[in-house]
């Protein structure tokens, strides 16, 4: 099965960048980052295809950046700007193929952002 570790969430003062990973034990087709605050429903933040077309929410568009590396099977959110209310457990969540198995809705276990003021 593909498992997806994420990591490079922290505490940050607002302004401030951080730069999300999330490897794949497989070869991703598609991802998304997705995020929860605390009382609030999770949303989708960024995705990007196989092709590698970004996407992203109206929020932090300007301010974040998706991107992919094939070779290591990996995509990065790069944040920006980073606002207090961006402070939230972000996912990642993927479609990725192992060992000739393709896995789709697959999530990583979360990483924590958090953006003082």
């Known amino acids: 099965q593909v498992q997806l570790v994420e990591s490079g969430g922290g505490l940050v003062q607002a302004g401030g960048s951080l730069r999300l990973s999330c490897a794949a034990s497989g070869s991703i087709f598609y991802m998304g980052w997705y995020r929860q605050a605390p009382g609030k429903q999770r949303e989708l933040v960024a995705h990007?295809?196989?092709?590698?077309?970004?996407n992203y929410a109206d929020s932090v568009k300007g301010r974040f950046t998706i991107s992919r590396d094939n070779a290591k099977n990996t995509v990065y959110l790069q944040m920006n700007s980073l606002k207090p209310e961006d402070t939230a457990v972000y996912y990642c969540?993927?479609?990725?193929?192992?060992?000739?198995?393709?896995?789709?809705?697959?999530w990583g276990q979360g990483t924590l952002v958090t953006v003082s003021s």
């Open positions: 969540n993927a479609e990725a193929m192992t060992l000739g198995f393709r896995y789709r809705d697959v």
């Open positions: 990007i295809t196989s092709g590698g077309s970004p």
